[in-house]
């Protein structure tokens, strides 16, 4: 029902930005330099009110809502069941959801059939609730931004002023949403600590922290996120290792030497691979790298895992080099042709432009592009999982199996241990994932600024 509710908000948006320009042209009475605005700004103003009224209303009504029907949930369940758990609570709540939705629930009871009952009630009344006020407010901003409408009113300022506060707000909630995911971390990290020595999981070598849950506590000696480092570094190494000659000598090739028939065709080539789904990866990783790697190393008397570190870097190389080279080919074109004609008016060659004019005006682009697929290799899991395995393997040898940070959070959150249990060492790993980021970003930045030059 709120899906048509917001069809009807973006209709009446649309409608109310045609039906004001026609009530400015209808006020100038054909003089439109009479009026201070163009009709497009007073259209674009009542708009824009429609829009925050509608949206603002139905988008706060759903929070606070969801949580007012999550506290008479838990109110719905009958004190005859006796002091609860806040898990068996959880579970008695979303039984009764699944019941009222028509899904399969773990359970069935007159407890749980109450919970249901109460959930379908209070939709109901939610939905309609909110679809009369979410319209009311609408049709009020229009009506009340239609009346403005005259010779004199600014619309062209009052539109840019909304404009510029709702940027302000986007990154406001850009910023907030950062600070919010820093503050869930450090918090779950924080617990995380109080009860494991940080020097065991910063220096530990053996990573099985849900190996000892059974008996209460985890053992210090078992949460060690070395093996998970050095996994998540050997990866990302061998894929620059791949990604960056490959993607920078076509980003060369490209800008400098490809005729502009040959670039058409080329670039958009290179950057399919960007949108190529990163399962897809990983299966083309698992069923023909991974069994090609292991087939020839065995003919030139090499043991080379089915699950190892080099078959999921050499592919997160290959999706990551699209990437580098379309970003490394604007910042090379965006060199002056100016230090191109000097180069080659001194004597220089191609070559010689390229390598002693060219890559270093281009250098700060080049750092950022290679930043930009190291984070994207730190980051990635599908692949790992299913070209390089998940056991936490302390090893240099590429052609192991080993796993990464991402993949362990992952397997943490998402396997059948309880939640409450496993929380704390995935985002103990996130966190740290985290820190170790924007030291590298901070590094990145600090080299970018060093070997920057300026070009008129």
């Given at each position: 029902?709120?899906s048509?509710?917001?069809?009807?908000?973006v209709?009446?948006i649309a409608?109310s930005?045609f039906?004001?320009q026609q009530?400015?042209?209808?006020v100038?009475?054909?003089?439109l330099?009479a009026?201070?605005?163009r009709?497009a700004?007073?259209?674009a103003?009542t708009?824009?009110?429609v829009?925050i009224?509608?949206?603002g209303?139905?988008?706060?009504?759903?929070?606070?809502?969801?949580?007012?029907?999550?506290?008479?949930l838990?109110?719905a369940?009958p004190?005859?069941?006796?002091p609860?758990s806040q898990?068996?609570?959880?579970?008695?709540?979303?039984d009764?959801?699944?019941i009222?939705?028509?899904e399969?629930?773990?359970?069935?009871d007159a407890?749980?059939?109450?919970?249901g009952?109460r959930?379908?009630?209070l939709?109901?009344?939610?939905?309609?609730?909110?679809?009369?006020?979410?319209?009311?407010a609408?049709?009020?901003a229009?009506?009340?931004s239609s009346?403005?409408?005259?010779?004199?009113f600014?619309a062209?300022?009052?539109?840019e002023?909304?404009?510029?506060v709702?940027?302000?707000v986007?990154?406001a909630?850009?910023i907030?949403?950062?600070?919010?995911?820093v503050?869930s971390?450090l918090?779950?990290?924080?617990a995380?600590f109080s009860?494991?020595?940080?020097t065991?999981?910063?220096?530990?070598?053996?990573?099985?922290?849900?190996s000892?849950v059974?008996?209460?506590?985890m053992?210090p000696?078992?949460?060690?996120?070395?093996p998970?480092?050095?996994?998540?570094?050997?990866?990302?190494f061998?894929?620059?290792?791949?990604?960056?000659p490959v993607?920078?000598?076509?980003?060369i090739?490209?800008s400098?030497?490809?005729?502009?028939r040959?670039?058409?065709?080329?670039?958009?080539?290179l950057?399919?691979l960007?949108?190529i789904p990163?399962?897809v990866?990983?299966?083309f990783?698992?069923i023909?790298v991974?069994?090609?790697?292991r087939?020839?190393?065995?003919?030139?008397?090499?043991?080379i895992?089915?699950?190892?570190?080099?078959a999921?870097?050499?592919?997160m190389?290959?999706m990551?080099?699209p990437?580098?080279?379309?970003?490394?080919?604007?910042?090379?074109?965006?060199?002056?042709?100016s230090?191109?004609?000097g180069?080659?008016?001194?004597?220089?060659?191609k070559?010689?432009?390229i390598?002693?004019?060219?890559?270093p005006a281009?250098?700060?682009?080049?750092?950022?592009?290679v930043?930009l697929?190291?984070?994207?290799?730190?980051?990635?899991t599908?692949?790992?999982?299913?070209?390089a395995?998940?056991?936490?393997?302390?090893?240099?040898?590429?052609?192991e199996a080993?796993t990464?940070v991402?993949?362990?959070?992952?397997a943490?959150?998402t396997?059948?241990?309880?939640?409450?249990t496993a929380?704390g060492?995935?985002?103990?790993?996130?966190?740290?994932l985290?820190c170790?980021t924007?030291i590298f970003n901070?590094i990145a930045l600090r080299?970018?600024?060093?070997y920057q030059?300026?070009?008129?």
């Open positions: 029902m709120l048509w509710v917001a069809l009807i908000v209709l009446m409608g930005f039906a004001s009530r400015a042209r209808g100038a009475q054909g003089d330099a009026l201070h605005s009709p700004y007073h259209g103003y708009a824009l009110w829009a009224a509608g949206f209303v139905l988008v706060l009504g759903l929070l606070l809502s969801n949580i007012a029907i999550r506290s008479a838990f109110a369940i004190d005859s069941l006796g609860l898990i068996e609570r959880d579970l008695i709540v979303s009764g959801v699944a009222a939705s028509g399969v629930a773990s359970r069935s407890a749980r059939e109450a919970v009952a959930y379908g009630t939709m109901m009344v939610r939905n309609v609730g909110l679809a009369l006020l979410t319209l009311g609408a049709a009020f229009y009506m009340r009346a403005q409408i005259s010779l004199p600014r062209r300022n009052r539109t002023k909304i404009v510029q709702l940027l302000m986007s990154a909630i850009a907030l949403t950062t600070i919010g995911i503050a971390l918090g779950q990290t924080l995380f009860d494991i020595p940080i065991k999981f910063l220096f530990g070598t053996l990573w099985s922290p849900l000892g059974h008996s209460g506590s053992d000696d078992k949460v060690g996120a070395i998970l480092f050095a996994g998540t570094l050997l990866i990302t061998i894929a620059m290792l791949v990604a960056v993607g920078l000598f076509a980003a090739f490209l400098d030497f490809a005729s502009q040959a670039r058409s065709i080329i670039k958009p080539m950057e399919i960007a949108g990163t399962v990866y990983g299966f990783a698992a023909t991974a069994p090609f790697l087939d020839t190393g065995a003919a030139v008397g090499l043991t895992s089915s699950e190892s570190a080099l999921a870097g050499i592919v190389g290959i990551i080099i990437f580098i080279s379309s970003l490394s080919d604007d910042v090379i074109n965006a060199v002056p042709q230090l191109r004609d180069s080659y008016g001194l004597g220089a060659t070559a010689e432009t390598r002693k004019v060219i890559l281009a250098l700060p682009g080049i750092v950022s592009a930043l697929g190291v984070s994207r290799a730190i980051g990635e599908m692949i790992v999982v299913m070209a395995g998940q056991g936490a393997n302390l090893t240099a040898n590429p052609f080993v990464t991402t993949v362990q959070i992952v943490l959150i396997g059948d241990t309880e939640a409450a929380a060492p995935a985002f103990t790993l996130g966190f740290t985290f170790v924007l901070v080299l970018v600024r060093k030059e300026s070009y008129d």
